[in-house]
């Protein structure tokens, strides 16, 4: 049964993950570690190895822009906003999961 559960919140996290990054940086812009501690803490991703995959796609599909920033002496930081593109495919996904979200727990309810 466990194994069932996690392939199911597995494959719901995938549909959402990349909604979850545009609406986090509809906020503000972060840099990737940031977000994927964020993302983590949440338990929308297992390991920042498989966030900077998700933003490379979501930067050449134009949803993220990205600025480099030397902090300190350290290692330079990456950081990502959301663009115009980014906001109105937000905007799109929010209008779709008020709609389907209700429609679901209507169903599994009459499930349980």
Do not use: H
């Not at 966030?51 to 990205?66: F, I, N, S, W």
């Not at 709609?99 to 209507?106: C, F, K, L, N, R």
């Amino acid at each position: 049964m466990a194994e069932n559960t996690e392939r199911i919140a597995t494959n719901i996290r995938k549909g959402v993950l990349e909604y979850c990054v545009l609406g986090l940086l509809a906020a503000d812009e972060r840099y990737g570690l940031e977000l994927a501690s964020d993302l983590q803490r949440r338990g929308l991703i297992a390991s920042e190895g498989s966030l900077y995959p998700l933003l490379a796609r979501m930067r050449d599909g134009g949803l993220v822009d990205t600025r480099t920033e030397a902090v300190g002496g350290g290692r330079p930081r990456r950081y990502y906003t959301i663009t115009s593109a980014g906001r109105d495919q937000l905007t799109t996904f929010i209008e779709v999961w008020r709609a389907v979200g209700p429609e679901v727990d209507t169903i599994i309810e009459g499930a349980s």
